[in-house]
């Protein structure tokens, strides 16, 4: 990369929150004609920022700061009750590594997944274009683990996850909303945060916690958790040093 190189940021004009209803959201991208490799994206997730397809990107609302950066520290992480007992119900699961490429399979259960979670959350209708555009780029190393019962080889979930230099990155996780019972979301950042572990890896970046979104108050119940807000990582999911 040529030292006279300076990557630059845009900032999106406002458009609808899909997080907040009645708000509006301004996204801030690295410039996507930057070349980007895995320590540009290790320097970036420490400061905050979240891959989506090619793009790095961050939420930069004016009046708005509830989309909070979060990563669990996975030597530290202790599971809690409810994490033991989805960790045990899913052992009898086959867990495999596939490369990023497209898979018929695995796009079934995605289109089920969001026909059943994400009814008019922006993603409907997807493609075979937009879901690998979304889930994957070409300047890191991306897995999707796939999850299949070991008595008949059913395909139950797919976690796709990025592998940067000292962390995953749990880009995004699907599953087949009729064993919705074996918890297969829990499950599957209960082994993104072991195989970090065994990687020898400090984090697992989770994306963004906003405590006001019901489907994004999850992520909390990871501890110890670390919250990025005012450009440093804390504990304490108000920011507040001792």
């Keep these: 990369m040529s030292t006279a190189q300076k990557l630059s940021f845009y900032a999106t004009p406002p458009h609808d929150c899909n997080y907040l209803p009645y708000q509006a959201a301004i996204t801030l991208f690295a410039d996507p004609r930057f070349p980007k490799n895995s320590r540009l994206y290790s320097a970036l997730a420490d400061c905050g920022f979240r891959r989506s397809g090619e793009h790095l990107y961050i939420p930069h609302c004016d009046h708005c700061t509830s989309c909070i950066p979060v990563r669990v520290p996975v030597r530290e992480f202790r599971p809690s009750r409810n994490q033991k007992r989805s960790w045990k119900q899913n052992q009898d699961l086959l867990i495999n590594k596939r490369e990023p490429v497209f898979n018929a399979e695995h796009y079934a259960l995605y289109e089920k997944y969001l026909q059943c979670r994400h009814v ?20 890191t190393e991306t897995v999707f683990y796939e999850m299949r019962l070991h008595k008949d080889n059913t395909l139950v979930a797919v976690a796709v996850v990025d592998i940067m230099d000292n962390a995953l990155s749990a880009v995004y996780t699907f599953f087949d909303p009729d ?3 074996r918890s297969l979301g829990r499950f599957a950042v209960l082994f993104q945060i072991e195989e970090a572990r065994k990687r020898g890896l400090r984090s697992l970046y989770l994306g963004y916690w906003i405590e006001d979104c ?3 108050r999850y992520k909390n119940e990871y501890q110890p958790l670390e919250y990025y807000l005012h450009n440093d990582w804390f504990r304490d999911p108000e920011g507040e040093r001792e």
Excluded: R
Aim: no cysteine; hydrophobic share 30%; glycine share 12%.
């Design 120 to 139: 008019g959350g922006g993603m409907d209708n997807p493609s075979p274009d937009t879901y690998m555009q979304f889930l994957t780029a070409t300047w």
């Design 179 to 181: 064993y919705a019972y």
């Design 214 to 216: 019901k489907k994004m």
